[in-house]
């Protein structure tokens, strides 16, 4: 099971953090992502990291604002957001795919995971 926390509605050029907390597998097992949808549109792979939390992906869009993090001890998976834009409005989804010792993170389709998602609502 995974569960988000963490969305909220801010204005252009804030931050937020959000956290997934996993339970029901053992997280270290697994690797994890972000993903997010707005209305209208795809859901789409934003960030993934692999198991160990040694390698990391990020969408074009949010490289360089987004941060993909992980801890295992508490199974927990964070997404740093800063300079937010109105663009990154979204449902935002934590999940997650079988990968242990794997090197990189999973592509989109490798997840078979979700949560029940966050709502990130950026003002301009």
């Known amino acids: 099971r995974l569960v988000e926390s963490g969305g909220d509605r801010v204005q252009a050029g804030g931050s937020l953090r959000l956290s997934c907390a996993a339970s029901?597998?053992?997280?270290?097992?697994?690797?994890a992502g972000w993903f997010r949808q707005a209305p209208g549109r795809e859901r789409e792979l934003v960030a993934s990291?692999?198991?160990?939390?040694?390698?990391?992906h990020y969408a074009e869009s949010v490289k360089g604002r987004f941060d993909i993090s992980r801890d295992n001890t508490n199974n927990l998976l964070f997404l740093q957001m800063n300079t937010l834009k109105p663009e990154d409005t979204a449902v935002y989804y934590c999940?997650?795919?079988w990968g242990h010792g794997r090197s990189r993170p999973l592509d989109s389709a490798e997840f078979d995971a979700w949560g029940q998602g966050t709502q990130v609502t950026v003002t301009s």
């Open positions: 999940a997650a795919g």
């Open positions: 029901g597998r053992t997280f270290k097992n697994y690797g």
């Open positions: 990291i692999n198991w160990s939390g040694a390698t990391t």
